[in-house]
């Protein structure tokens, strides 16, 4: 007995002496097992998957890219330059000027070669102009409340880049030690970077920092992002933020990049998705699977661009009016009104049906035209009302329900300032649909006509071939 009772005193001052807070029988105590168990799990604290912080003036944006070499007859900057008042007026707040820097000459293509075979990162192809043009160009741009990106190559350089011969070993190499372009596609006139070199990594990162620091520009545009390393673009964020901020676009469809290095990506899934319906006839449903998926796995706060056409698909595919024909207007409307961020491409908004050459001069043939009036209200309906601005700042899309899924694509964005139901015939033929959606009644304005439209659970449209109804609670 009098053993036993030596070692519940010994085993109690053990406790006491390593906080286990024992019972007196030498037991660690239920309640301070408890905490121990909790002290040892994981913070299951949700956390946003963005934790990047978007420009402010991001929030309601449209991009506009521009071909420098197409954009004017002049094909300088100081010729867009006189553009740009045009542009702010439009309404766009990003221009993405494409790549600007001296293009190689080694394995070039066509007269004046890809844009995308880059000579120098820190230069300026004198073709445009020279680096203060393009200083002007930005504080112009900059005058007007517009911002300014570059397109930015890092995956790949000119054959006569001159790193090649100051750096040759941040190049990556083929089976047999030979510079190589980049594998299984006809980029002859390119070669591949190694990121595995940290010094290279540091001068990509040091030239971008240039173009802000020096130049004015306010992001990048990053071809193929997904060919170079993510975290050498969350480093280059984390550096480039300490400028300024900074507005980053990746040429990917994938979901990582937007959690710290772009605000940005490619819908690609998105285009994807318009043209299976508009050019081989897949029904309106295909749309309903997109959403599924942008909701379900895409973070709100990630912008997903939204484009009818970019500098690829029009020299490679078709020119956007060519290409998707009576269904053309039907999807510009749908990428200003969907959830994501939308962008034009230069000679859009003047109606332009020629495909540019890629690898020559071929300026756009401006005139006047309709569809610049609706470029110009769709951005101005985008920025009035908060439901339709990017990301999380904006509203999530809602399905409405009606009798139609094969020909109609049906859904309302809304929050406290704003209530926006948008419906597209999205076939070939008139349909007729029935809303049977009682989350819907009340008194809108169509946005186009500027009728004044009752709705109710009972509410049956008749609608042309490739038309839409954009309303706005009143």
């Known amino acids: ?66 071909n420098t070499r197409q954009f004017t007859q002049e094909g300088t900057f100081e010729a867009a330059q006189q553009q740009l008042p045009r542009l702010a007026e439009l309404g766009v707040d990003i221009i993405w000027l494409m790549p600007i820097h001296p293009i190689g000459e080694a394995e070039r293509k066509g007269t004046l070669g890809s844009p995308y075979a880059v000579k120098d990162y820190r230069a300026v192809n004198p073709d445009y102009g020279s680096v203060d043009d393009l200083r ?52 002859a006139d390119i070669i591949d970077l190694d990121y595995s070199q940290k010094e290279l990594r540091e001068y990509m990162g040091g030239a971008m920092r240039y173009w802000v620091e020096d130049v004015g520009i306010d992001g990048f545009r990053a071809d193929m992002a997904g060919m170079v390393p993510l975290d050498f673009w969350e480093d280059v964020r984390a550096d480039l933020e300490k400028v300024k901020p900074v507005f980053m676009l990746a ?3 994938q979901r990582d990049v937007l959690a710290k290095a772009f605000d940005a990506s490619y819908s690609w899934a998105w285009k994807n998705t318009v043209q299976s319906v508009t050019l081989q006839g897949d029904d309106a449903s295909s749309f309903m699977w997109y959403y599924f998926e942008n909701e379900g796995i895409w973070p709100r706060d990630g912008y997903r661009l939204l484009y009818t056409s970019n500098h690829d698909q029009n020299s490679w595919d078709e020119a956007a009016p060519v290409l998707y024909g009576d269904a053309y207007r039907n999807v510009v409307v749908m990428s200003f009104v969907s959830e994501g961020i939308p962008m ?10 020629k495909m540019l050459e890629f690898f020559e001069r071929d300026p756009i043939e401006w005139r006047e035209h309709e569809i610049s009036d609706l470029f110009k209200r769709l951005i101005s309906l985008k920025k009035e009302n908060t439901a339709l601005h990017n990301g999380a700042a904006g509203a999530r899309m809602i399905a409405i329900s009606h009798d139609n899924p094969k020909q109609i694509f049906a859904f309302r ?48 449209w008749e609608m042309a071939a490739w038309s839409h109804k954009i309303l706005v609670k009143n």
Not at 344 to 353: D, L, P, T, V
Not at 428 to 441: C, F, H, N, P, Y
Request: charged share 20%; hydrophobic share 35%; aromatic share 10%.
């Open 136 to 187: 002007a160009f930005v504080a112009e741009a900059h005058s007007l409340g517009l911002h300014v990106i570059l397109d930015w190559v890092a995956n790949h350089s000119a054959w006569d880049n001159h790193l090649v011969e100051d750096h040759p070993e941040w190049y990556a190499r083929d089976e047999s030690g030979n510079l190589q372009p980049t594998p299984w596609v006809d980029w």
């Open 413 to 460: 964005r809304g929050d406290k300032n704003s209530n926006i139901i948008s419906v597209f015939n999205m076939s070939s033929e008139a349909a007729v649909v029935s809303l049977t959606d009682e989350s819907i009644s009340g008194t809108f304005t169509d946005v186009f006509s500027g009728e004044e439209v009752e709705i109710s659970s009972d509410t049956s």
């Open 344 to 353: 034009i491409y230069n000679g859009q908004e003047a109606y332009n049906e």
């Open 251 to 253: 040429e990917y469809d």
């Open 1 to 66: 007995m009098l053993k036993g009772l030596y070692l519940r005193k010994a085993l109690v001052a053990i406790c006491a002496a390593t906080a286990l807070g024992c019972s007196a029988d030498g037991a660690q105590s239920d309640k301070v097992q408890v905490e121990s168990n909790t002290a040892s799990k994981v913070d299951y604290t949700p956390k946003p998957y963005v934790q990047i912080e978007h420009p402010e003036w991001s929030r309601d944006a449209v991009l506009y890219q521009l």
